[in-house]
């Protein structure tokens, strides 16, 4: 739109508006002889008459586009709008001069100025110039005008008719109309658009020749002008013309000119225009891998877009406006600002840099315009990290190729192809079995051909002649014997080397050993069919979907599962069909609740959801769900997959022993209320046999004989003994119901309180206890006490030794302490160290130790409420270990 608004704006300076044409007829027929001269607002001379030519003798190519110095003095005009008056600007006046001729000579003339007023605005000058000397001019009735005269009314015509066809030519429509709106002027272009002959439009009153104008958003401008005699420029699309028109309305001394084009196809291509550049700045947005920049004339970017971003510290909102010094560093903007510059000079530059520890290839382009005129530059920059890293690999591996080389793991070779004299390197020699110094001076293709495979044969020799016949490259893949007889895979490439008649000459290439990569295949197709068969078989349900959420794959477990192929889903929406509730709450599962919809965006379901399926049979069936998203390089999630396990059984097996437990409880709560009613009931019976044993004895022991005492004696021993056991069964039935609860204990303080009780004991078997360290402990202070108080109390009583030596040792695992107990005792057979912790079982016999064979039991029971372990480790002859374990308390622990 510039450039057309600047052209308009030219041709309008150029040959003015109707407005100044009429201004300049004027002049010029106020002029009856002499010649006229046209000047714009500079000075220079744009048209000239002939009569003009004649009094100077010039040509008139030397006159148009001059300066009007070239022919008197410039001065003159100067004088003249010194002396023009305010109050009558345009006041035509006489001014003397002198005019330089062709030939040097100068003639007095006289110079009338008519300036060219447009809105305010000199446009130029009209100068009629005539001989000083001249005759006067004839009177207008006289019917024999001078030569002079009827050469000026030629001079008129002459501008009219230039006039006229510059109005007829120029690209824009235009037409006159006066204030009775009839049209006084229309061009052919004019006519053409509004689609009437101008002949049917002149003189016409506008709005009758044109009725279709008529209530319009044009007539409403056009009347505006008229009336407020101020111009208007507008675009707008003519219903009636069915077209966009731009159109230039000014006002003139009787009316209105209007300058009006159709600008339909420049609409619709600035529409396309900015299509394409929604398009190019989404395309921009979506490049993959790097960014896109534009920037103008000044270095500043206008556009920055690309997903690179995401792999730079800025942003492309960043960018936009700003230079480009103003958002890189130093270092980066030394280096692209020359490329930007040359670019902007019309060279298309490539440069690398660094940024953000990131490799960066920049393409630096200019952008020009039809005219072939760069008006703004175009950076994309890719990132080539990864390219680089792949690079500095292809150099290491064509090192390590070049060392292969050297060891004879690939080989080259050229067979000269009408001497049939294969000349090979040395390693490529030993790969076909050929003596080395033989292929070094050339054998026959045939010595080297028979070492092939037969199964390959054939086809690497149709292969050699389908390159032969089309000279061109040839790569095969066969196997061959060796000189070890040794069957190796190798990989061979080559190309024929034609003469221009086509004939074949040479045929150079190389050979490399690929038997460890075949090998590796092999492998990996076998344990890719492996992976397969495992998909298949696998006790679980497995499924594979896409990162759009489309089902791809499923087991036949899976199948199974669901009671047919249902896995046909498209997309996530589609999951809807699946019915699913929670276990727990009995909820609906919502497409987006599924398992693989949350893996799908990225979440690991590690801790397994629990579903209640619908099957296609309509079963219902409990699936325990896991899930995991499957990444490429760059961390985006391609593919989910979820394996699921019919748990339906198990939980039923599960909810069954529930309530086993939930019934095992309950019976043993009956069971501990009944042994401690039992055993507390027993108590009073068992005093009332022993009180009247002893009284027997105090009372009778005399009159007893031997046996009698020896009787009685047994009697109370039982009796006692029996008390013994209903008082440690009573504990035994009290340890959950009767324990304290578990609080932070410091262990060392109850071995010091237990040690205190035993004291008798300790002191009169001379006993040496050593400890270490106890720990803090979460625990009940009260059965900690006896479970320490048992276990040492039993490490007494089962020593070999007078003098017992017992030894208490800790150790952290974990969350809990092992504390250990350890004597010299008699030992236990390994057979034995698991029945010692029942209810009432003993090792030996009264006579030999004493004891009611509940100690250790109660160990294991108060053990097992602290969610510990006991066990024993031993020996018979060589002592017995006791250790427990018990939750810690915390870090710290006391010293002894």
Not at 35 to 50: C, F, K, S
Not at 69 to 76: G, I, K, Q, Y
Not at 152 to 180: K, N, P, T
Not at 221 to 249: G, Y
Request: aromatic share 6%; charged share 35%; with cysteine.
């Amino acid at each position: 739109m510039s450039d057309r608004a600047e052209s308009t704006e030219e041709l309008r300076w150029s040959t003015g508006s109707p407005a100044v044409e009429r201004q300049r007829f004027r002049a010029i027929a106020d002029a009856l002889d002499g010649g006229v001269l046209q000047l714009d607002a500079d000075g220079r001379i744009v048209t000239v008459t002939d009569d003009l030519l004649e009094i100077t003798g010039y040509a008139r190519e030397q006159l148009v586009d001059a300066y009007v110095s070239a022919l008197f003095d410039a001065d003159v005009l100067e004088r003249e709008d010194e002396d023009e008056s305010e109050d009558d600007p345009g006041h035509r006046r006489d001014l003397e001069t002198v005019i330089e001729t062709a030939d040097g000579r100068t003639v007095d003339c006289t110079v009338r100025l008519e300036r060219l007023i447009e809105e305010g605005e000199e446009r130029g000058t009209v100068c009629i110039v005539r001989h000083s000397g001249a005759p006067p001019r004839a009177g207008r009735g006289s019917d024999d005008p001078d030569p002079r005269t009827r050469r000026l009314e030629r001079s008129v015509e002459q501008l009219s008719s230039e006039l006229d066809a510059v109005f007829d030519h120029i690209s824009d429509a235009f037409c006159a109309l006066d204030d009775g709106w009839r049209v006084t002027y229309v061009n052919d272009r004019a006519a053409e658009l509004l689609g009437r002959p101008a002949e049917d439009l002149h003189g016409a009153n506008v709005w009758e020749a044109l009725p279709s104008l008529v209530s319009t958003h044009l007539e409403e401008r056009l009347r505006t002008v008229m009336a407020t005699k101020k111009p208007l420029s507008f675009e707008r699309h003519v219903e009636p013309l069915d077209s966009w028109v731009q159109m230039d309305v000014y006002p003139t001394e009787v009316g209105i000119s209007v300058y009006f084009r159709d600008v339909t196809e420049q609409v619709e291509r600035e529409h396309r225009l900015a299509v394409s550049e929604r398009r190019y700045r989404t395309l921009a947005e979506q490049f993959p891998n790097g960014i896109v920049a534009l920037f103008d004339l000044d270095g500043e970017y206008t556009l920055a877009a690309g997903r690179g971003f995401d792999r730079l510290d800025a942003d492309p909102a960043d960018l936009e406006g700003k230079h480009f010094r103003e958002v890189w560093d130093e270092s980066v903007a030394a280096t692209v600002g020359p490329a930007y510059q040359r670019a902007l000079e019309g060279e298309e530059q490539r440069i690398e840099l660094e940024q953000d520890g990131r490799a960066w290839l920049v393409h630096v382009v200019p952008v020009t315009d039809d005219g072939g005129n760069v008006v703004a530059g175009l950076t994309m920059a890719q990132d080539v990290t990864e390219q680089k890293e792949r690079e500095r690999f292809l150099q290491d591996a064509k090192a390590q190729l070049e060392a292969a080389t050297e060891a004879g793991a690939v080989g080259t070779w050229e067979w000269r192809v009408q001497e049939d004299q294969f000349i090979a390197g040395a390693a490529f020699a030993k790969t076909f079995g050929v003596d080395p110094d033989e292929a070094r001076e050339g054998v026959s293709l045939e010595r080297f051909v028979s070492s092939i495979h037969p199964t390959d044969r054939d086809r690497v020799e149709r292969s050699i002649e389908d390159a032969l016949e089309r000279c061109g490259e040839y790569e095969e893949e066969y196997r061959v014997r060796n000189a070890d007889g040794d069957l190796r895979w190798i990989v061979v490439r080559g190309h024929v080397e034609c003469d221009e008649d086509g004939t074949p000459r040479t045929f150079p290439g190389a050979v490399a050993d690929i038997t460890e990569r075949k090998r590796a295949e092999r492998k990996l197709q076998t344990h890719k069919r492996q992976l397969e068969t495992l998909f298949e078989v696998l006790p679980v349900a497995v499924i594979v979907a896409d990162a759009d959420g489309r089902l791809i794959e499923a087991n036949e477990t899976a199948r199974e599962l669901w009671g047919g192929d249902v896995f046909d889903a498209e997309a996530i929406g589609d999951y809807d069909r699946y019915d699913g509730w929670w276990v727990d709450t009995d909820d609906p599962i919502e497409p987006e609740e599924w398992t693989m919809t949350r893996v799908l965006e990225g979440e690991e379901v590690t801790e397994p959801d629990v579903h209640e399926i619908e099957t296609v049979e309509g079963d219902r069936r409990i699936v325990m769900t896991h899930g995991m998203p499957v990444r490429d390089d760059h961390g985006e999630v391609r593919r989910g997959v979820i394996t699921q396990t019919d748990v339906t059984e198990r939980r039923e097996y599960q909810r069954r022993l529930e309530e086993t437990i939930e019934k095992l409880e309950t019976s043993n709560q009956r069971l501990e209320r009944f042994a401690y009613a039992a055993s507390h009931d027993l108590q009073e019976p068992l005093r009332m046999v022993s009180s009247y044993l002893r009284l027997l004895e105090d009372r009778y022991g005399d009159r007893l004989d031997g046996d009698a005492e020896e009787f009685l004696a047994f009697a109370v021993d039982g009796a006692d003994r029996m008390r013994e056991m209903i008082d440690g069964l009573l504990a035994y039935s009290r340890i959950d119901t009767a324990g304290e609860p578990l609080e932070s204990v410091e262990l060392e303080d109850v071995f010091d309180d237990v040690l205190g009780r035993l004291g008798g004991r300790i002191e009169e078997s001379n006993a040496e206890i050593g400890a270490e360290a106890l720990p803090r402990v979460e625990g009940d202070p009260k059965q900690l006490r006896q479970l320490l108080r048992n276990l040492l109390s039993n490490a007494l009583t089962y020593s070999r030794e007078s003098e017992p030596r017992i030894t208490v040792s800790t150790e952290r695992q974990g969350s809990m302490w092992r504390i250990s107990v350890r004597d010299e005792g008699i030992g236990i057979h390994p057979d034995e160290t698991e029945r010692i912790f029942e209810v009432f079982h003993r090792l030996h016999t009264h006579d030999e130790y004493a004891g009611s064979g509940i100690g250790l039991a109660l160990c294991r029971r108060i053990v097992e409420r602290h969610s510990g372990e006991i066990w024993v480790d031993s020996e018979p002859g060589e002592g017995s270990t006791f250790s427990f374990t018990l939750p810690a308390a915390d870090e710290a622990y006391g010293s002894r």
